[in-house]
């Protein structure tokens, strides 16, 4: 708390029913505003899960009208400042971190990066034995091997249409432009499968170079892919 | 170091604006939590995939090109068990668990000597490794390897929010090439060598692994020769 600048914490997640519950209090004044919130539904930790973006009132008294029944306690609490910093990853609010001030200078913006690590480490601490992010380890290995792949693919052309890298890159996206088959599923496909025996994949013509006039960097070489796809 | 202090380092390395530059900045945290001589953050899709995207010091580069070359080390163990593997002293007492990296270590002069790697992983799926080396052995405290793993549970979410940055689908963040930390040329020799072979990427990653280590290099190197055409293994 010291370290972002807060004189109270706490956390609230959503449950598997879309409700709210407060799970974690560093004092009870917290934790009764907490309760109110989740009670009321009004506050800034509503609005933070609701929004996921953080929310930062740096002056509870001007925010009567907004949460007259949340500002009323949390400044009869002698709090005057709140930060509500959402638990959010891969598009998902699992909740609101809240942090109660007694003045407005903590809201400052050089505080935030810490409170929102603070954020994270709470949200890594409650869905890191779920399976709520194994969607998105999996999209990152599918995507780190989808490249690799790739980076495959344009070897085997470069091996056997004795390309350079750049043009089995050329190679591979217009044989995947003309089979209409993502780039990415044509070098996943081949990179699987055992490479057929006797199968050449590309061969590459290169016109001879254009000289520019009056110089300038050379022009690429023009690339014509032959696929033979028989054995 | 207290957890806090771990939690501020941590969170100013990620906060800063400019992304390109995360890796290389959760690399610094790391040493500086550890008191680490430097640090190789390495993505992994799975065990035949290498992508070094930072490294603070090319001594702990070079463990880290060592490691997936000869296909063992305390890196690689971490990803297959999506937990911390530390290793107090590589060369000394640990010397039993990765022999050829022990005996490649003594050999080479670099002056690694404890190892401390952490998976990058999200809900028990890891998706690459951070290893901090110490010139000095020694094991961790237990509040140490607990530090170490909340700051790589940090870098995770860090590293898993700039892919969902990237968008869909199959969506990657494309990093600046740093020379000498990288793992595509090993790829675009696996295919040059899966053609040459006819055979599927594994037997071609370690055909090119036995050559690398019969000529006492390591994969990455080799890999140049093979996309410069002075290596073939066409049959």
């Known amino acids: ?81 709140v930060r509500a910093l959402p638990l959010r990853f891969y598009g998902r609010t699992v909740g609101a971190l809240n942090l109660f001030s007694y003045d407005g200078a903590d809201c400052a913006p050089d505080r935030l990066p810490t409170a929102q690590a603070f954020a994270d480490l709470a949200m890594v601490a409650i869905v ?31 091996e056997d249409g004795h390309l350079t890298v750049e043009e089995g890159l050329e190679a591979l996206r217009i044989h995947a432009a003309r089979t209409g088959v993502g780039i990415s599923r044509l070098a996943g496909g081949w990179c699987v499968a055992r490479p057929p025996r006797g199968r050449c994949w590309a061969r590459a013509t290169a016109s001879p170079a254009e000289l520019p006039l009056g110089g300038g960097p050379p022009p690429r070489k023009r690339l014509r892919v032959q696929w033979c796809d028989g054995q | ?78 990803v297959a068990r999506s937990a911390a593997v530390l290793a107090g002293d590589l060369t000394g007492g640990d010397g039993d668990r990765w022999p050829a990296l022990a005996v490649t270590l003594a050999g080479s002069g670099l002056p690694v000597r404890a190892v401390f790697a952490f998976p990058l992983q999200l809900s028990g799926v890891s998706f690459g490794v951070l290893e901090v080396s110490r010139h000095r052995p020694g094991e961790l405290d237990e509040r140490e390897s607990a530090n170490g793993r909340i700051a790589a549970d940090l870098a995770s979410v860090a590293l898993a929010r700039s892919f969902e940055a990237a968008g869909q689908p199959l969506g990657a963040p494309t990093w600046p090439e740093e020379s000498g930390v990288d793992g595509v040329e090993v790829d675009q020799a696996v295919g040059m060598v899966m053609a040459q072979l006819r055979a599927p990427a594994d037997v071609a990653l370690s055909t090119l692994r036995a050559r690398a280590f019969a000529e006492g290099r390591t994969v990455g190197e080799l890999a140049l020769d093979v996309l410069g055409r002075r290596v073939s293994f066409k049959p």
């Open chain 1, 1 to 81: 708390m010291d370290a972002c600048g807060a004189a109270g914490a706490g956390i609230v997640i959503e449950d598997g029913h879309g409700n709210l519950r407060d799970i974690a209090y560093s004092d009870d004044r917290v934790r009764r505003l907490e309760r109110l919130q989740v009670q009321t539904a009004e506050g800034p930790c509503v609005e933070c899960v609701q929004l996921g973006q953080p929310v930062v009132v740096k002056d509870l008294v001007a925010v009567y009208e907004r949460w007259p029944r949340f500002a009323e306690a949390a400044t009869e609490s002698g709090f005057l400042a």
């Open chain 1, 128 to 158: 890191q034995h779920s399976r709520a992010h194994e969607s998105a380890a999996v999209h990152i290995t599918r995507a780190l091997a989808a490249r690799s792949a790739i980076e495959q693919a344009k070897g085997m052309l470069v």
């Open chain 2, 1 to 78: 170091m207290d957890l806090t202090r771990v939690v501020q380092i941590m969170g100013n390395a990620i906060a800063e604006e400019d992304a390109d530059a995360l890796p290389g900045r959760l690399c610094l945290a790391l040493d500086e939590v550890l008191e680490g001589d430097g640090t190789v953050l390495v993505l992994m899709a799975h065990l035949s995939h290498h992508r070094v995207l930072a490294a603070s010091d090319k001594h702990t580069a070079r463990l880290g090109e060592l490691e997936f070359s000869l296909g063992e080390g305390p890196g690689l163990d971490a």
